[in-house]
Structure formats: structure tokens, C-alpha cells
């Protein structure tokens, strides 16, 4: 895409972030703006709140800790976890007795 009087095409993409270091989750909103360099090139910036940011693709940092190891996911990944995922019910904790423990060591009458 190119400019057109003046106008900048941009199209607005909205990512969602893992932190695989520290676990922190964050979703994050982009304008991509696409432009032509005087020689011709197509060339993309990345804007958030009227800033320049790096591409998130390129090298995500966590918000959090700094991490590197950051998974990329399309938005609503994060947004929809509101708490920890519940334990599946498993069995029965046993009750243990004495004469349990003491069951090896009894012996049988011959």
C-alpha cells in the first residue's frame, strides 16, 4: 500500500503475549502503518498511542521481567483466562490407621 493525498494506510492488529520466564500475560493494539520510501519501498511502522514501536514479532520483551522467551498469540488468548484452571477431582485421600502401617508386620497363625 502507498500514501494516498496525504492519508497513511494503516490497519489496526491486536496481539496477545506469554511471558514464558515470569508467566505475565499482556494484549497489545497496533496500527500498522504502510508506507513508500522515495526509492519505492514498501516499508511498515508499528504505532501505539502515536509512538513508533519495534515490530512485536520481531524480538517481544516482557512488560514484566525484561524475558526474551515470549510466546506470540492472536488477542483474546490472554483476556480470556480470568483465574487458574480448577483440579480435576481425583480419587479419595486414604485414611490411614494404625494397624494399616502395622499390617506388614503382623503375622499369620500356621
Known amino acids: ?3 494516498v493525498a496525504g492519508q497513511i494506510a494503516a490497519v489496526h492488529e491486536s496481539y496477545a503475549f506469554a511471558c514464558m520466564r515470569c508467566g505475565h500475560g499482556w494484549e497489545q493494539s497496533y496500527a ?3 508506507h513508500t520510501d522515495t526509492e519505492g519501498h ?3 511502522r508499528y504505532v501505539v498511542g502515536g509512538a513508533v514501536v519495534p ?3 520481531s524480538r517481544p520483551v516482557c512488560e514484566n521481567c525484561d524475558g526474551h ?3 506470540i498469540m492472536r488477542a483474546g488468548q490472554v483476556s480470556s483466562v480470568r483465574g ?3 483440579e480435576a477431582p481425583g480419587p479419595e485421600a486414604h485414611h490411614w ?3 494399616d502401617l502395622l499390617h506388614p508386620f503382623q ?3 500356621s
Open 1 to 3: 500500500m502507498s500514501e
Open 32 to 34: 500498522i502503518e504502510h
Open 97 to 99: 490407621h494404625l494397624s
Open 69 to 71: 522467551v515470549v510466546r
Open 55 to 57: 515490530s512485536p514479532l
Open 42 to 44: 514498501e516499508c511498515v
Open 84 to 86: 487458574p484452571v480448577p
Open 107 to 109: 503375622r499369620r497363625a
